[in-house]
């Protein structure tokens, strides 16, 4: 059997984005109960510099919240 076409794809070590589609922030959340951003971060993530989004990779990774960390 051979391998699919998507096989020889790139991975990616992490998502452009921490959006996992549902966004608790527009219902009044301080902290998005879906990728554990605030509504701030949420709004400006386009315009962030690389090691502003770095950063707040790492602060929603060390505080494990969203759905995203749940297991």
């Keep these: 059997m051979s391998k699919p076409e998507y096989a020889n794809l790139p991975v990616w070590p992490?998502?452009?984005?921490?959006?996992?589609?549902?966004?608790?922030?527009?219902?009044?959340?301080?902290?998005?109960?879906?990728?554990?951003?605030?509504?701030?971060e949420v709004d400006g993530w386009l315009f962030k510099s690389d090691e502003e989004k770095e950063a707040i990779w790492n602060r929603i990774r060390q505080a494990g919240v969203g759905y995203r960390w749940e297991s």
């Design 14 to 40: 992490q998502a452009d984005t921490p959006c996992v589609g549902f966004c608790s922030t527009n219902l009044g959340d301080d902290i998005c109960m879906g990728c554990g951003r605030t509504l701030d």
